[in-house]
Antibody, heavy 118, light 108 residues
Framework: EVQLVESGGGLVQPGGSLRLSCAASGFTFSNYWLSWVRQAPGKGLEWVGN????????NYVDSVKGRFSISRDNPKSSLYLQMNSLRAEDTAVYYCARDGVGGYFDLWGQGTLVTVSS | ETVLTQFPGTLSLSPGERATLSCRASQSVRSRYFAWYQQKPGQAPRLLIYGVSSRATGIPDRFSGSGSGTDFTLTISRLEPEDFAVYYC?????????FGQGTKVEIK
């Protein structure tokens, strides 16, 4: 089955760190750009960042630049999101998503909830 | 950043009716790089339309997309019970990729 499965969410204090993981299966992971997209409770969707197939390039939305870092391990078919200096406004469900040609998202994980609160 | 404004915010319709959802961009979207997603409560979004008018795999033909430049439309020709959900537009022609705030299609 073609799928993405996120893990690693939880409760973290402001200023803390968390690392999310996304495990892929059912497709050739190394052939695709992958993205992280988040959704604050009751709100819309926000693209966070993405990484090229070979890991040589990343791109981030301004609000997370310098705090979040995306990495991948192609042999393990896994994508990661390292989140540092977390703020209350980073509270959201974080989705791993596969990039289609040009930048739409044709496959989504089920999401993992990150709550930043003291 | 390209801001996408969806309207109406909520659409109240009955099964079998036609739904027309609109999305307006604050600047022209490059290269027809425009998509629509459906999201049901507690679920991840699902891709419906990409490239303005191409249906994703497995999407029924009652869903159609149109538009260009700054104005885009998602049409559901006859609403089925499973179509009541929130719909998001997305542009990926300009950096960064952005989404609209969503239109909720609810049962009247």
């Amino acid at each position: 089955e073609v799928q993405l499965v996120e893990s690693g969410g939880g409760l973290v204090q402001p200023g803390g760190s968390l690392r999310l993981s996304c495990a892929a299966s059912g497709f050739t992971f190394s052939n695709y750009w992958l993205s992280w997209v988040r959704q604050a409770p009751g709100k819309g969707l926000e693209w966070v960042g993405n990484m090229k197939e070979d890991g040589s390039y990343t791109n981030y939305v301004d609000s997370v630049k310098g705090r979040f870092s995306i990495s991948r391990d192609n042999p393990k078919s896994s994508l990661y999101l390292q989140m540092n200096s977390l703020r209350a406004e980073d509270t959201a469900v974080y989705y791993c998503a596969r990039d289609g040609v040009g930048g739409y998202f044709d496959l989504w994980g089920q999401g993992t909830l990150v709550t930043v609160s003291s | 950043e390209t801001v996408l404004t969806q309207f109406p915010g909520t659409l109240s319709l009955s099964p079998g009716e036609r739904a027309t959802l609109s999305c307006r961009a604050s600047q022209s979207v490059r290269s027809r790089y425009f998509a629509w997603y459906q999201q049901k409560p507690g679920q991840a979004p699902r891709l419906l339309i990409y490239g303005v008018s191409s249906r994703a795999t497995g999407i029924p033909d009652r869903f159609s997309g149109s538009g260009s430049g700054t104005d885009f439309t998602l049409t559901i020709s006859r609403l089925e019970p499973e179509d009541f959900a929130v719909y998001y537009c997305q542009q990926y022609g300009n950096s960064p990729r952005t989404f609209g705030q969503g239109t909720k299609v609810e049962i009247k």
